[in-house]
C-alpha cells in the first residue's frame, strides 16, 4: 500500500466519499466545542482533518496530544464541509476528511519558531532554521517558481541547438575584478586552484573547439562584500555562440524572457526590448541599469546656472560640472528634505537644493538668486505642477549623475511610483571599454576580452577612456540580471588592448596564456551572456533580497548560521596541505 493516496493539495468537492490516506505536518489544532479539527500541510497545500469523539474517543484524545510540526499520517473518508463552512479561500476549502485512522511518523519538539511567525522572526535565525523556514508557501512557491523557470530556461536553449556542458570548478585564479576563492592543493604543495567567479575563459574556449552554441547553469563564486543582491555562491546562466553579433544575442534572450514570462510568470511581455545607449542612460536616468517603470528623468540647468547670481550653481558649470535635477510628484516637509539632503550625501553631493511649485511660482530660500526668466525658465523645462518639488544637485559629472539616479530611485521607492507589477525589460549598450583608475589610467570595464566598437577602434590609445565597447546589459526594472558581449577573436586587437591596459607580453603569458595559446588556432567570432538567475527569480517573486529565492542562504559576511561555517579545521587536515596558520599578533 502506498504511504499516501493523495497529497494535501488535491482533494476537492469532487473528492466526496473517497476513501484517501494522507501524510504531513500538523499546522495547528482547533477544538470546537468537542469536535477537534486539525490543518495537515504538506508542499502542495493544506487539508482539514476532522476527529470526532462520538466515532471513535481514542483517535479523538490521540490527535489531542499533537504537537505543531509533528509528521502525521491519517486514513479517513472525504466529506463536504457543512453548508457556509467552506473555505473559498483554499482549494480544498470545500471539503474536510474524516479521520479514521492516526500514526505519528515524526514527533516534533516544540520549533524554535512556527512557520506562520517566519515573518516576525529575525533573518539569522531564519537562516539558522531553514528547513522550518521553508516550510512556508512564500518560500517554497519562491524555490518553485526558481525550479520551473530553470526548467523553461533549459528547454528553450535545447530547442534552439545549445549544448549544456560543464566546466571545471577548480582551476586556475585569473583577475576577474573580485576577490577569487583559493583551495590549497594537496598534491602540489605550495600551489592553490580557485574556485571560478565565471567560466568567461572555459566558454570562449568552447567556442575555439568548435561546440558553436554552449549553455550552462552554473554555480559561481566570489569573495566579496555582499549586500541582499549578492552571495559568495551564486548561480547564473552563462552562454556562448559562434558567427553572431550583439542583436543575435539580444534576439536570443528575448525569445528565452518571453517564454518564462509567459509559461511561468503569467505576465507576457513583447520583444524587442527597448535599446538604449550607456551615455543616455546615464544623461536621463543617472544609472547605468535605469528603473523605467517611472518618469521623473533628469533635466538639465547648467546654462541656468552658469548664468545665475546662485555661486554653488554657477562655480561649478563654470568649473566643467553639472547642474541637474529632478520633479518630484509632491511636496515634502522641512524634515524630509532635510533627510533627503542627508542621503544625496551618502552618495558625494555637497547638498541638495530645491524649489516648491505653488502657484505657479517657484518657492525657495535660494529663488532670489535667480531672475524671474530663469524661475520660469526652471520651471519650464520640468514642466512643473502646482504640488510638485524640484531637487537639484551641482557638482561633477560623476557625482551630480550617480546622487540624483540614486535620489530619483529612493523617491520612487517613497512615492509608490516602482510598480511591482509591471516588468519594464531594457537592453543598456556600448557601455566604455575601459573605465579610470584613482590614477585615471584605463582598467577593463567588462574584462579585457571585451571587444571595441569598430567606429571608436582608431581612438584605442589616444583616447581609451572615450572608446565603447560592444558589450551589453539586460536590465529589469532598475536591477542588472546580466551583461554580455561581442569577444575579440582578433589577436592583433587584443594586443592592442593589453597595451592601453600596460600588460606586457610577459605579463599576458603569466596571466592568461593558455587562453592566448588556443585562440591562435582558428578562433571564430563570438559573443556571449551571463545572467544572475537569482535576481531574476527574487524579482518575478516580489522579492527585496535574492537570500529569499536560495534554498540555503548565506549572511551578508558570508557565514552560514545552519551549518555554522566557515569553521575550523584540525591540524592534521592543515598538515597534510603543507599549511601553517599565522596567528594573530
Not at 31 to 51: A, E, M, S
Request: net charge negative.
Amino acid at each position: 500500500m502506498p504511504l499516501r493516496t493523495h497529497t494535501c493539495g488535491e482533494l476537492t468537492g469532487e473528492s466526496e466519499g473517497l476513501k484517501v490516506t494522507l501524510c504531513g505536518w500538523v499546522e495547528n489544532r482547533r477544538d470546537h466545542g468537542g469536535v477537534l479539527f486539525v490543518d495537515l500541510r504538506d508542499r502542495y497545500g493544506r487539508t482539514q482533518v476532522l476527529f470526532n469523539p462520538r466515532d471513535e474517543q481514542a483517535l479523538y484524545e490521540q490527535a489531542c496530544g499533537l504537537g505543531g510540526e509533528t509528521v502525521v499520517k491519517i486514513e479517513g473518508t472525504v466529506r463536504r464541509r457543512p453548508e457556509g463552512m467552506a473555505n473559498p479561500e483554499l482549494p480544498t476549502g470545500e471539503i474536510e476528511v474524516h479521520c479514521e485512522t492516526l500514526a505519528v511518523l515524526s514527533k516534533a519538539d516544540t520549533p524554535p519558531f512556527e512557520p506562520a511567525q517566519a515573518d516576525s522572526v529575525s533573518d539569522l535565525k531564519r537562516m539558522k532554521y531553514r528547513y522550518i523556514d521553508m516550510r512556508r508557501a512564500r518560500v517554497m512557491n519562491n524555490l518553485i517558481l526558481r525550479h520551473r523557470i530553470f526548467k523553461e530556461i533549459r528547454d528553450y536553449f535545447d530547442e534552439k541547438g545549445f549544448i549544456e556542458v560543464e566546466t571545471p570548478f577548480l582551476t586556475k585564479s585569473t583577475p576577474e575584478g573580485a576577490r577569487d576563492y583559493l583551495v590549497p592543493s594537496r598534491t602540489y604543495p605550495g600551489r592553490f586552484y580557485a574556485l571560478p567567479q565565471s567560466p568567461q575563459m572555459f566558454k570562449q574556449l568552447l567556442m575555439v573547439g568548435g561546440l558553436d552554441r554552449y549553455f550552462q547553469i552554473v554555480r559561481c563564486f566570489r569573495d566579496e562584500d555582499l549586500r541582499a543582491d549578492r552571495q559568495p555562491e551564486f548561480t547564473q546562466l552563462d552562454l556562448e555562440m559562434s558567427f553572431v553579433n550583439e542583436e543575435d544575442i539580444h534576439e536570443l534572450l528575448e525569445g528565452m524572457v518571453a517564454r518564462f514570462m509567459e509559461n511561468v510568470v503569467g505576465r507576457p511581455v513583447t520583444p524587442p526590448f527597448p535599446r538604449m545607449p550607456y551615455a543616455e542612460a546615464l544623461d536621463r536616468y543617472g544609472s547605468d541599469k535605469p528603473d523605467t517603470r517611472f518618469a521623473m528623468e533628469l533635466v538639465d540647468l547648467t546654462d541656468i546656472g552658469a548664468s545665475c547670481e546662485f555661486k554653488v550653481f554657477s562655480s561649478v558649470a563654470g568649473s566643467g560640472g553639472l547642474v541637474r535635477g529632478i520633479c518630484a510628484p509632491r511636496q515634502f516637509s522641512r524634515k524630509e528634505i532635510d533627510k533627503l539632503t542627508d542621503y544625496v550625501k551618502e552618495f558625494g553631493a555637497k547638498g541638495l537644493v530645491w524649489f516648491k511649485v505653488e502657484k505657479g511660482e517657484l518657492a525657495s530660500s535660494t529663488a532670489k538668486f535667480f531672475t524671474p526668466e530663469q524661475l520660469a525658465e526652471i520651471r519650464t523645462r520640468y514642466d512643473a505642477k502646482d504640488g510638485d518639488t524640484i531637487f537639484i544637485v551641482a557638482d561633477t559629472r560623476k557625482t551630480c549623475l550617480a546622487a540624483l539616479g540614486e535620489l530619483r530611485v529612493h523617491l520612487g521607492g517613497l512615492l509608490g511610483l516602482r510598480d511591482k507589477s509591471k516588468y519594464n525589460y531594457l537592453w543598456v549598450v556600448q557601455p566604455p571599454l575601459f573605465e579610470p583608475n584613482d590614477d585615471g589610467s584605463p582598467t577593463p570595464t567588462h574584462h579585457p576580452f571585451t571587444s571595441p566598437h569598430a567606429d571608436d577602434l582608431d581612438m584605442l590609445e589616444e583616447k581609451p577612456l572615450e572608446v565603447r565597447s560592444l558589450a551589453y546589459d539586460l536590465v529589469l526594472n532598475g536591477v542588472e540580471l546580466g551583461s554580455g558581449s561581442v569577444r575579440i577573436h582578433d589577436s592583433q586587437v587584443q594586443s592592442r588592448v593589453f597595451s592601453v591596459l600596460g600588460i606586457e607580453e610577459k605579463e599576458a603569458q603569466a596571466r592568461f596564456g593558455f587562453f592566448l595559446e588556443a585562440l591562435r588556432y582558428g578562433t571564430p567570432p563570438h559573443a556571449g551572456f551571463a545572467m544572475g538567475l537569482a535576481r531574476l527569480v527574487a524579482i518575478l517573486a516580489g522579492e527585496d533580497s535574492i537570500r529569499e529565492v536560495i534554498a540555503f542562504p548565506k549572511t551578508t559576511s558570508a557565514a552560514c548560521p545552519l551549518t555554522d561555517s566557515p569553521s575550523e579545521v584540525d591540524e592534521a587536515q592543515l598538515a597534510e596541505l603543507k599549511l601553517q596558520l599565522k596567528k594573530d599578533s
